[in-house]
């Protein structure tokens, strides 16, 4: 029985719409409270599916002319003060499972946290996931961006990935259908992705705690990882580190409005805790413009920015 909260044209519209749906509904969710930088807009609709079965009954019959969007844990996203329209969909405990198969590989659904993938890894022994203890994100979310860290990329470790489309088909990709590139995903922008089977190798699993160890260190003592921030704010252009081209511009502690450049780690912006969705966005297009000016090298945004200004969503 499907449980819908709030008010609104559209939520009573898809509660008849979806007489069958198992999962949650709920109008005007405040996507703040689901992003790290803690800003942004309402959606008009959340949607929580109860499970892949639940989504694709979703996606096969919510209809062409709603906008659906889909977010993971929000480590990587800025959301715009003026919300986002139509549906925001965001994957829960229906797709929180981690199995261990045969010749090391994991499989995990894609809201499993990325460093419940490494420790589970660890704990059968399987070597070669370790990387996912540094990016904090969800197993969706590094799918859709190709997510590395510490020399490893999502490409080099996923041997396929499910995934619902905008009809509702389920389709299962392996990885050369994925078209990876550096932080970059070629498959359709409208697949949902579900799960993901990943390949490691045997390893001891002292040997990988300790290597997913000094990684932590390594975050602790080099990035503001207690702060509200999006972490790697721009992919590092070819050639170049963005933190050095951020702060050869002179931009390490610039601040617009609540937001400010970190001290530690420039290619990190900071919510102080008053900032906007548009005091981060403006910090981060006067950086883009001060290291063009000073270098010639065009920034390209990593975090995913979603959601319209809070004037555009008045008028």
Not at 147 to 155: D, F, N, S, V
Not at 188 to 204: K, N, V
Not at 234 to 255: E, M, S, T, V, Y
């Amino acid at each position: 029985m499907n449980e819908a909260s709030g008010t609104g044209g559209l939520a009573e519209e898809l509660a008849a719409r979806l007489p069958e749906l198992r999962g949650k509904l709920k109008a005007g969710a405040v996507l703040a409270d689901l992003t790290w930088f803690r800003v942004g807009g309402p959606a008009d609709i959340l949607y929580s599916p109860a499970d892949e079965a639940d989504l694709s009954y979703f996606m096969a019959n919510v209809g062409p002319e709603i906008p659906v969007t889909i977010i993971g844990l929000g480590s990587n996203l800025l959301v715009r003060d003026g919300g986002i329209g139509g549906v925001v969909i965001r994957l829960g405990r229906g797709f929180g499972d981690i199995t261990i198969e045969e010749n090391s590989r994991l499989r995990a659904g894609a809201a499993v946290p990325d460093v419940k993938v490494a420790r589970a890894a660890a704990d059968a022994g399987i070597a070669g996931l370790s990387f996912y203890r540094g990016i904090p994100g969800c197993v969706g979310g590094a799918l859709r961006m190709n997510g590395g860290a510490h020399g490893r990329e999502t490409c080099e470790v996923v041997v396929e990935a499910r995934a619902v489309d905008r009809q509702g088909k389920m389709h299962v990709l392996p990885v050369a259908e994925l078209h990876y590139a550096y932080r970059h995903c070629g498959a359709s922008e409208h697949l949902i992705f579900t799960e993901a089977l990943f390949q490691g190798e045997p390893g001891e699993p002292a040997a990988i705690l300790a290597e997913m160890d000094d990684i932590v260190a390594y975050r602790e003592q080099a990035q503001p990882i207690k702060s509200r921030t999006g972490g790697s704010t721009f992919k590092n252009p070819l050639g170049h580190k963005a933190w050095q081209l951020i702060d050869a511009a002179g931009c390490r502690g610039l601040r617009v409005g609540g937001a400010h450049v970190s001290e530690m780690h420039c290619n990190f912006l900071i919510n102080e805790g008053a900032a906007t969705g548009a005091d981060i966005e403006e910090l981060g297009e006067t950086v883009r413009a001060r290291v063009k000016a000073n270098s010639g090298v065009e920034l390209e945004w990593e975090i995913k920015r979603l959601g319209v200004a809070l004037n555009e969503a008045q008028d």
